[in-house]
């Protein structure tokens, strides 16, 4: 097998509202016991992409916590594991925060191992890609640079804001935003394959160039002078780049339709593991198409809802189409529909909420 790096890139404009208001979109809560970051790990560890880095753009406490030393994800610490890889100096200087600066200052992590390729994935697109798959493609092809997209049909509702890309002869031509007036559209899934030296080369270029300049501004900048490869990617993959979408596809892993396609017993989803008791059912628990994490104690009717671990429904509460994360208490009788409730929030007092075309949000820790 080729000897592959692997860096998880969380420098996207990506937000998620209140959500990302103290973390950052890759440790923003998922189903109720995962981190929207586990998706990316979980594919490097079962590519046996063994030594991952994860640049860090902000907030990175919650990733600190969550990610540790990388063992929940069945990543050799003797021959690699996860590196945390933070850009302190440029951590609040606006354009200066970008994935090439925080390379640039840790350019030992590039430099020290001596894989041969470097695969760079981003977390908020969450797939089930093999990147052994990626990656030999890559090397068949001969390319030193190979970049990922998908074919959609719905570019005009999703992938708002990020790049498509225009192939012939197997090779992306040009690279520019998509701002949702097609629906059809080769659309970047921000993945892609370097040679080792053509990373550090083209870094080298970008700097001369601009300060501003990111790794998707090099790349759509020598795109006419550099072979760069398209693969089509022809799997599982949503992108979630918005409050609405973070809503969206979590409802949609409600349908067993759509969550098979990523859990998986040949392709295991990895998370950092509590101790937390089983899921408590009482006398008056219903519970219809939804997921419930452990830890959790259920007394209330609860339909077509993510509910996180630790998660209170007091008895004939009605919890329908929401998502609750850690910790939240619902007070008996309480009704809310359509509510993304943060982390150790207390329904108590007004005990009616929906949140009617957009999904409410109550910020963490409040009080309502």
């Known amino acids: 097998m080729a000897r592959v790096l692997g860096i998880v890139n969380l420098h996207s404009h990506v ?112 797939t089930t890609m093999d990147y052994r798959e990626l990656v030999d493609a890559h090397i068949k ?53 370097f040679n080792r030296e053509t990373l550090l080369d083209l870094i080298s270029q970008a ?39 973070y809503y969206k596809v979590s409802m949609e892993f409600l349908d067993m339709n759509v969550s098979t396609q990523v859990f998986k017993s040949t392709w295991p989803i990895f998370t950092n593991t509590n101790d937390t008791p089983p899921t408590k059912y009482l006398k008056n628990a219903q519970v219809k198409k939804s997921f419930i994490a452990n830890g959790a104690i259920v007394d209330g009717y609860v339909e077509g809802s993510v509910l996180s671990r630790n998660v209170i429904v007091g008895k004939d509460a009605v919890v329908k189409n929401c998502i609750v994360l850690n910790g939240a208490y619902i007070c008996p009788g309480a009704t809310i529909e359509n509510v993304i409730i943060d982390k150790d929030v207390r329904i108590q007092h007004k005990t009616s909420l929906n949140g009617s075309t957009e999904p409410l949000y109550i910020k963490e820790g409040d009080i309502v």
């Not at 840790?106 to 695969?119: H, P, R, T, W």
């Not at 990020?162 to 899934?189: A, F, H, M, P, T």
């Not at 160039?209 to 599982?236: H, N, P, Q, T, W």
């Open 141 to 193: 092809t001969g390319a030193q640079i190979t970049m990922v997209y998908q074919s959609v049909d719905s570019a005009d509702e999703q992938f708002i804001g990020s790049d498509y890309v225009r192939v012939k002869d197997g090779c992306v031509q040009e690279i520019r935003q998509n701002k949702g007036n097609r629906k059809e559209r080769d659309v970047s899934l921000e993945t892609y394959v």
């Open 207 to 245: 700097e001369t160039m601009s300060s501003f300049f990111d790794l998707r501004d090099i790349l759509a900048y020598v795109c006419d002078e550099r072979k760069i490869y398209a693969y089509k990617y022809k799997g599982f993959a949503r992108n979630i780049n918005s409050f609405a979408e």
């Open 15 to 126: 937000s998620l509202k209140g959500l990302t208001n103290t973390r950052p979109v890759a440790s923003v809560s998922f189903l109720g016991r995962y981190g929207i970051i586990d998706f990316v790990l979980s594919n490097m560890s079962n590519s046996q992409i063994e030594n991952v880095g994860v640049l860090i753009k902000e907030k990175p406490r919650s990733l600190f916590k969550h990610l540790g030393n990388g063992n929940s994800w069945n990543f050799n610490s003797k021959s690699g594991g996860v590196s945390l890889l933070y850009n302190e100096k440029f951590a609040n200087e606006g354009k200066y925060n970008h994935d090439i600066n925080n390379i640039k200052e840790n350019i030992s992590f590039l430099k020290k191992n001596q894989e041969d390729y470097v695969v760079i994935a981003p977390a908020h697109i969450i």
